[in-house]
């Protein structure tokens, strides 16, 4: 929830914990290289879903009362995507596969307060409302909510697949983003159930669906028709793959601007403060470039196999992020910088980087949204003349290849260090489709991370925390420990949520306005703000 703070007469005091936390020392360079974090949180377990109350309670579902059906997609609307679809990506070769499209809700948007939900009987102290939302033939959904506020309530949202019961949630407050507009991470079927409860009546709207006409969920495993069978499982060669690139890299699906669902790649990025870790999510600007964009985000972890060919997870039980914050794009290179929402896995890493732009030996990427899997480079320098030789590397594809769904996607050094992000491949023949039979006439195409990090140092160099200190005398104010700013309101005038804002001891007279959800801490005593 959005915390909107106003400091005025005896001030606000903010101390300092008495175990002070390891303390990175200055820099001021520019690092070449940069190590990366493996595993976040060895510890971290994943949290056992909520238990929905109307599970099994088929009669609080009821045909034409509270199950609301959106009917058939017609072909046209299939058509019609994939128009819009190959307009969008006319200039990105191979494109993100369309895997979805969204589904406005025609008869208007379904709430409590409209009378699309029941109300059901329970002994359990609270009234509990459900209503389903169905579209037929979806192999997955996500749903769209708007005007959120449950109050001492809460929402769940669930369905049925291969594993079982699918629970994402529970949905409190204001929303995951305090603003009452989110998109849920997705479910399996073409049906998922609506449960909410409160001693007051939740207020919230659900204003459209994406409906996954691709299954995401059929990779178990097989290669799939349109997946190329000479693709390489990352697990077959983690001799030559360090786990922190395999781990740090995250499957992504999304929806575009108009209306369609794509799915690319992206790689989690270590920064220097060692005090937080910040969910710093590097793509191409290709897939996603806007704020907007990066609201519908989701991006699933760990979509591996267990073991060199093994057995590969059920899509919709794995850990996911969703939603996040647009950062930074950069047309030149094709990169888009995002801090993702909510917390990150426990099983994931941050890669490392490096601004070398000759290493390049291996990417590792989800084609078509797949599993996880990896090619092999030998680094070309010039076959692409196209592009432009300060912002792009191209590669030989000597072993496995990428293919659409692979954008984004990092390639990385011997050390494991990412060195740039991958645009699509280009080719010098009349060529007009690549597949395993003819990879060597085509060359992978990576925006070099060399540029990309003269546009994104500044959020490396900050990590998870803006740091204050109102005795500072230098002459820049960056907001990083050896360039604190000296205000406060310094810091939240550049916030974002989910930042730290770590104040040096002393007296700030300073009247605030926090409209984002930020940790403010005191460093080396007690802070006293306003007064």
């Known amino acids: 929830m959005k915390i909107y703070l106003y400091l005025i007469a005896a001030g606000l005091l903010v101390t300092a914990g008495s175990a002070a936390a390891n303390e990175k020392q200055n820099e001021n360079v520019i690092h070449e290289t940069f190590p990366a974090t493996v595993p976040v949180d060895p510890l971290a377990t994943r949290v056992a879903p909520t238990v929905p109350l109307s599970l099994d309670r088929w009669d609080t579902f009821k045909e034409g009362v509270n199950v609301h059906d959106l009917g058939v997609l017609h072909e046209m ?12 990506y006319a200039d990105v070769f191979p494109a993100p596969p369309r895997v979805g499209l969204a589904r406005t809700i025609e008869q208007g948007p379904l709430s409590i307060s409209r009378g699309d939900a029941m109300l059901m009987d329970t002994d359990k102290g609270r009234d509990v409302w459900t209503f389903s939302v169905r579209s037929p033939e979806a192999y997955g959904i996500r749903i769209h909510f708007t005007d959120f506020e449950v109050g001492d309530g809460s929402v769940l949202v669930y369905s049925f697949g291969d594993s079982g019961t699918i629970v994402r949630g529970p949905y409190t407050g204001s929303g995951p983003d305090g603003d009452g507009d989110f998109w849920t991470a997705s479910l399996p079927g073409d049906e998922v159930f609506v449960e909410a409860t409160g001693t007051d009546e939740p207020l919230f709207e659900i204003v459209e669906v994406i409906h996954f006409d691709q299954d995401l969920y059929a990779f178990d495993g097989e290669s799939r028709e349109d997946v190329f069978a000479c693709h390489l499982d990352v697990n077959c060669h983690m001799n030559e793959v360090a786990a922190s690139a395999k781990n740090a890299t995250g499957q992504m699906n999304f929806l575009c601007d108009d209306n369609t669902c794509h799915v690319c790649t992206g790689t989690l990025l270590n920064d220097n403060d060692s005090e937080t870790t910040a969910p710093y999510f590097l793509t191409a600007r290709h897939c996603l470039n806007t704020q907007a964009e990066v609201d519908t985000l989701e991006v699933v972890w760990n979509y591996e196999t267990d073991s060199c060919n093994g057995t ?4 919709a039980t794995l850990p996911r992020n969703v939603g996040g914050t647009h950062l930074k794009s950069y047309d030149e ?11 990150l896995p426990g099983t994931v890493a941050l890669a490392g980087w490096s601004t070398s732009t000759t290493t390049g030996q291996y990417g590792v990427h989800h084609p078509k949204g797949s599993w996880k899997r990896v090619v092999f480079f030998d680094h070309t320098g010039a076959e692409c003349p196209w592009f432009d030789p300060w912002d792009y590397d191209s590669y030989d594809m000597t072993d496995g290849l990428t293919q659409g769904g692979s954008s ?7 050390a494991g260090q990412l060195t740039g992000q991958l645009w699509g491949v280009c080719t010098a023949s009349t060529l007009d489709d690549m597949d395993c039979s003819n990879v060597d006439d085509f060359w992978a195409v990576y925006g070099q991370f060399e540029t990309t990090y003269d546009e994104i140092s500044w959020f490396l160099g900050i990590g998870g925390t803006f740091h204050v200190d109102g005795a500072y005398t230098g002459a820049w104010e960056f907001g990083t420990e050896a360039n604190p700013f000296r205000a406060i309101q310094s810091a939240l005038d550049v916030a974002w949520d989910g930042m730290r804002i770590k104040i040096q001891a002393g007296s700030y007279p300073e009247l605030l306005t926090i409209d984002q959800e930020v940790k403010v801490v005191a460093s080396g005593g007690t802070v006293t703000i306003g007064g």
């Not at 290179?333 to 917390?343: C, F, P, V, Y």
């Open 312 to 315: 590969v997870p059920n899509y």
């Open 77 to 88: 609307d299939i058509i019609e995507a994939n128009e819009r679809a190959a307009k969008r």
């Open 333 to 343: 290179n094709d990169m888009e910088l995002i801090w993702l929402g909510g917390s």
């Open 408 to 414: 984004g996607s990092g390639v990385f050094n011997s």
